[in-house]
């Protein structure tokens, strides 16, 4: 019984270790050079990018990462959305200041044009292909709503896309 006991605590220390992860591996640089944003349906336990209708309560705002890049090597060159939490990329949007705009009335406190970011929030479960992703945490008038994403940093760089209009009830 001790030999088995002793067997299982091998294995199960052989796995904890680190060792067999390659701590070399380059970092690879990752530039943005445009963003997509898509309208996301948060109502189930999976949330999907659609054009159908959507409840205001589970509406969510998608965000895909447009890339060009290339290993330090210059042998891979890295053309779609980078996956956020791979450590083999950086974050490339840690340096952006990310604001959401309603392209439509909001409500009556917020015309078309306003920045409506504080109604948003940032939230890790996204679908795939998504980036990152923005709940909306306070609901706007029942009806058609479109909204601009702009990411912008301090060397001057700016990004927007608007979303497609989308039936919020």
């Known amino acids: 019984m001790k030999k088995i006991l002793f067997v299982i605590?091998?294995?199960?220390?052989?796995?904890?270790?680190?060792?067999?992860?390659?701590?070399?591996?380059?970092?690879?640089?990752?530039?943005?050079?445009?963003?997509?944003?898509?309208?996301?349906?948060?109502?189930?336990?999976?949330?999907?990018?659609?054009?159908?209708?959507?409840?205001?309560?589970?509406?969510?705002?998608?965000?895909?990462?447009?890339?060009?890049?290339?290993?330090?090597?210059?042998?891979?060159?890295?053309?779609?959305?980078?996956?956020a939490g791979n450590n083999l990329y950086q974050n490339v949007a840690d340096n952006f200041t990310k604001r959401i705009y309603c392209n439509t009335v909001f409500n009556s406190r917020n015309p078309a044009g306003a920045n409506v970011s504080q109604y948003f929030k940032a939230v890790n479960y996204l679908p795939a292909g998504i980036n990152e992703g923005f709940v909306l945490l306070v609901a706007p008038e029942p009806g058609d709503h479109s909204f601009k994403v702009v990411y912008t940093n301090n060397s001057g760089e700016r990004y927007e896309y608007d979303t497609e209009l989308i039936r919020l009830y």
């Open 9 to 83: 605590c091998l294995f199960c220390a052989a796995g904890c270790s680190n060792d067999w992860i390659d701590s070399t591996e380059p970092l690879i640089p990752v530039h943005l050079i445009g963003i997509e944003s898509v309208n996301v349906n948060n109502a189930g336990q999976y949330p999907f990018t659609t054009v159908d209708p959507i409840k205001k309560e589970a509406y969510m705002i998608g965000v895909r990462w447009v890339t060009d890049n290339a290993d330090p090597d210059g042998n891979q060159e890295i053309t779609g959305p980078v996956e």
